[in-house]
């Protein structure tokens, strides 16, 4: 059996800072579950632009408010308490928090490394 707090992920290397957004990864591909799980929060006032080539992910608001905006289509989905979006298409996307940071939990499949960064298209690389 596995099991972490938040607060000590959060007190580790499993903690990633970027400008727009903190990613907790509490699961990882090393802990051999075929996913990850994250808790990620997006800062008020921010855009983030995110194209998961290599991954899905499923994403479930805990707290805060925002929008996700579609770039294929240029459709946009409010973001509140309760909203699960799930990017089964590799959608490239702006996600957007508004009126306060969005906490969010974030499900990767396949698994992240918990090294991956972001490139200049928004996209985590495939990990071997």
């Known amino acids: 059996m596995i099991v972490r707090t938040l607060k000590e992920c959060e007190a580790s290397e499993r ?14 591909k090393d802990d051999n579950m075929g996913f990850s799980f994250h808790i990620t ?15 899905l992910e499923s994403v479930y608001c805990m707290s805060g408010y925002g929008e996700v905006e579609t770039l294929a289509d240029g459709k946009v989905y409010p973001i ?7 990017l089964d298409k590799h959608d490239e996307h ?17 698994p992240l490394s918990g090294k991956e960064v972001h490139d200049e298209n928004g996209v985590y690389p495939l990990s071997e």
């Open 94 to 110: 702006l996600l957007r928090a508004t009126s306060e940071d969005m906490v969010m939990a974030c499900v990767f499949n396949p």
């Open 41 to 55: 929060t997006i800062y008020k006032g921010t855009e983030t632009h995110i194209w998961y080539q290599n991954h």
């Open 15 to 28: 903690c990633v800072k970027a400008e727009t957004w903190q990613s907790v990864r509490m699961l990882l």
């Open 80 to 86: 509140e308490p309760g909203t699960l979006y799930i």
